[in-house]
Structure formats: C-alpha cells, structure tokens
C-alpha cells in the first residue's frame, strides 16, 4: 500500500491542539469527497467535527479518530520541530504521530484502495472525527452522536484509531474502557499557631486516618473483562507556605478507575461514609468524566483479531486498561466498538513517534477488516 506515510507527513504539519482543528478535517473530506463520500460537516462551539458517510445500506462500517493533539511541551527538548515530520532511524517524528494523526491517513488510505477495488460494495463507509478528544470532550463525538441518535442513525461496526497497542502493532485490542470519576475534597479546620495546637484543629491529622482507609479499601474484585476498580490521590494541598501556622483546611484532589462491577453513585456513597464515620467537617465535589463500558466480543473483534493475526503474526489481547476514550460515546449507537492503532510508549510525549514501517501495516489491516466485513 501507498500513500500512509505522505497523508500522515501533512496531517502533522497542521497545528491542531485542542480545539483547533488545524485545517486537517478540511483536507480529509476533499479526499472523501472525491471517493464519493457525503461529507457533512458539524461544528459545536470551538470544535470542529466531520461526519462522512459513503452509502446508505446495512451493514455500517465506520472509522472514528481525533485530529487535535496534546500540546508540545518544551520545544527545546525536541529533536525536531514537532509540527515538522521528521524521518529519522526508521521512524516518523512529529506531535499526533502515535496518537492519532497517523491512524487517520490509515483509515483514508484504507477506504480509497478498498472503493477502487470493489466501488459497489456492500454497507456503508463512514467517518467520525473531532478535535475535541484531548480537551474536555463535550461538544465532539458526545455531541456528534447525540445529532446521529436524533435523526435515527447508527452504525454496526466503529473501529476507533487510538494507539492501543503495548509493544508491536495489533498486539493489544481494546474492547472497552474504565469508567473514570474524580473528587475534590476540603476538608476544614481550625488555623493557628503551631506552638498552641490546642487552639487549632489540624485538618491534615484529622483527613490522615480517612485517607488511609480510603487507600486500602477494596472497592470491587473487577471481572474477566477488567482489573478492580483503583482509587488514587492526585494531588494535596493545605497550608499558608510557612512552618509556624497550623492550615485551617487541606484540599485533595482524587481519581476512580472504575470497572462494571461498581457504579458511581455507589462509590461515591462509599467514599462519603467513611468520610462520615470519621467525623470530618467536609466538602466535596464530584465530577463524573465516564461511565464503564463493554464492546460485544462479536463479529468486529473476531474479524480484527484475526487479520491482525495475518499481518503481524501476533495474537491480539483485547484489554479494557488505559484511560478513556471517545469509544464510550459512539458505544451509544453502534453495538460493536473496537479500539486499534500504534505502539502507545510515545504518546503525549517529547519526540512522539510511529515506526515509519508500521504506517501501510496499519493502512492494510483496516483494508483487510473492510473487505471481511462489507463482501
């Protein structure tokens, strides 16, 4: 296959950190568009997004991605200019390289050698992107399948091009993901001088007790398709920046991963009883970033699986680890949802990278999972 690496090269040279899409959508749907997609474009607030559709028959097969990135970080401990793609010892350098600029030009490069090879296939093509997977993830994909569900259109099958894959290309497939909650914590005292605690109520001593007991609870036992749920303490603050003033509150930043076998509410009552039984004057907020889903190990998987199989000589894990991603929206409205890209070590990294020799590969097993699944 042709033509990977040249889409991935000018897909990274456009500069698209959340939200900005950088012109790359534009791009995709005039390659699209001359396939003989339908492309409609969809913008919500400061986001672009595209919905393109070739056909109207069932089966639909679609592609889903983001072309927004994370931001560089130092240039100066850059090897080269990260909106540069750069070749360098087999690979190809660039910010979105791994996460996912080239999973996008697979997809493209997929669809076009696929419509020239059988232009009356069966089913449907389609292509949902956003530049809003990076950021806070409102009005993109969430938003783009809202508008899908409202005028009665689904799909079948969604490949979603996150760079899933631990060690070498197709080795980890991911099925579903971990529902993620997070809390804010203030927990209040009484300030004072640290020469006359009997004056004071140190916030920081009465959480500590709490707080262990949060650490070694045993939310859930997880299940076949995902590890126990974790809770992590991400970030605490209390204090005034001096040694001599006792705090007169501490804030604490905190994480769920959570697995099907616990819901939010019921960690969130959990976590407010202990707070509870230890006697805490307390505040907290919560922010739900998403539910826990499961992919139906159907035809999709099976199919992926096995053309993995046949281009990598590997057997595919299918996984629920890592963090989120847009998958939990598009589960809404297509039954079978599958996650597979690049080796992820890179990602948001300084110098992101994608072998330079895995561009095609990725292009051909997308090929392969079009031909099995629109005969």
Same mark, same amino acid.
């Given at each position: ?203 920081? $001593?009465?959480?500590?007790? %709490? #707080?262990?007991? /949060? @650490?070694?609870?045993?939310? &859930? ?5 995902? +590890? ?124 992101? $990278?994608?072998?330079?020799? %895995? #561009?095609?590969? /990725? @292009?051909?097993?997308?090929? &392969? ?5 629109? +005969?």
């Amino acid at each position: 296959m042709q033509g990977t690496l040249e889409l991935a090269q000018d897909l990274i040279r456009r500069r698209s950190v959340t939200p900005e899409d950088g012109g790359c959508q534009e791009l995709i749907a005039a390659r699209l568009a001359a396939a003989g997609f339908k492309c409609e474009p969809m913008r919500f607030g400061e986001v672009s997004n595209l919905w393109a559709r070739r056909g109207a028959d069932r089966p639909l097969v679609c592609f889903a991605g983001h072309t927004d990135v994370v931001p560089t970080g130092p240039l100066a401990e850059w090897q080269s200019d990260p909106f540069v793609p750069t070749l360098r010892d087999g690979r190809l350098y660039g910010r979105g390289a791994a996460d996912m600029k080239s999973s996008i030009a697979a997809f493209v490069i997929a669809a076009e050698y696929f419509l020239k090879e059988r232009p009356k296939h069966s089913g449907s093509i389609a292509f949902l992107l956003t530049s809003d997977e990076e950021g806070p993830a409102v009005d993109g994909t969430a938003r783009v399948v809202q508008a899908l569900k409202a005028r009665g259109e689904t799909m079948d099958y969604c490949i979603v091009g996150e760079p899933t894959s631990a060690d070498a290309l197709g080795d980890t497939l991911k099925n579903g993901r971990r529902g993620s909650l997070s809390g804010r914590l203030t927990v209040r005292g009484v300030q004072g001088h640290v020469a006359y605690p009997h004056l004071a109520r140190n916030p920081v $001593h009465q959480l500590a007790p %709490a #707080l262990a007991e /949060l @650490a070694k609870t045993q939310w &859930d036992r997880g299940n076949e398709s995902f +590890p126990p749920t974790t809770w992590q303490v991400s970030n605490i603050h209390a204090g005034t920046g001096v040694g001599n003033v006792i705090p007169g509150s501490v804030d604490v930043d905190f994480n769920f991963r959570f697995s099907t076998e616990s819901t939010d509410a019921g960690l969130m009552q959990r976590v407010e009883a202990i707070l509870r039984k230890h006697g805490l004057e307390y505040s907290l907020s919560w922010l739900l970033g998403a539910r826990p889903f499961l992919s139906a190990r159907g035809r999709l998987a099976q199919t992926v699986a096995e053309v993995c199989k046949r281009h990598t000589g590997r057997s595919a894990e299918l996984s629920t680890t890592g963090g989120t991603s847009d998958a939990r929206f598009i589960i809404e409205i297509s039954p079978e949802v599958l996650e597979l890209g690049p080796v992820n070590a890179s990602i948001h990294q300084i110098n992101e $990278h994608i072998e330079v020799a %895995a #561009l095609d590969q /990725l @292009a051909g097993i997308y090929l &392969d999972t079009l031909r099995a699944l629109l +005969p």
